[in-house]
Nanobody, 121 residues
Framework: QVRLVESGGGSVQSGGSLKLSCTASGFTYASYCLGWFRQAPGKEREGVSTISRDGATTYADSAKDRFTITRDNRRNVVRLQMNSLKVEDTAVYYC???????????????WGQGTQVTVSS
């Protein structure tokens, strides 16, 4: 059974940091690209960052220079370090696994349940 379980969300003040983790099981983790997406109330789910099987990364413009994605293929974990958080980063954050190195959500086959990140001013 495929499972992606996010953790590390919470509430933080503007300018603060959070580190999200996602532990995967039930599929060949090392063969997949891993992505982080987010969905704010009333908005569509959007790609934040993704990391390829080989460790290449890409970021949405909103995340560049503030967020860092990493993966640990031995532990089947992908992480998102988020620094200099802004109120507009408030959203439910999801991790996902897919075969294509892209920020487009349609390309991802497996999804976690999400973790809430709330940034206050």
């Amino acid at each position: 059974q495929v499972r992606l379980v996010e953790s590390g969300g919470g509430s933080v003040q503007s300018g603060g940091s959070l580190k999200l983790s996602c532990t995967a099981s039930g599929f060949t983790y090392a063969s997949y690209c891993l992505g982080w997406f987010r969905q704010a109330p009333g908005k569509e789910r959007e790609g934040v960052s993704t990391i390829s099987r080989d460790g290449a990364t890409t970021y949405a413009d909103s995340a560049k220079d503030r967020f860092t994605i990493t993966r640990d293929n031995r532990r089947n974990v992908v992480r998102l370090q988020m620094n200099s958080l802004k109120v507009e980063d408030t959203a439910v954050y999801y991790c996902a696994a897919g075969r294509v190195f892209t920020l487009a959500r349609y390309a991802y086959n497996y999804w976690g349940q999400g973790t809430q990140v709330t940034v206050s001013s």
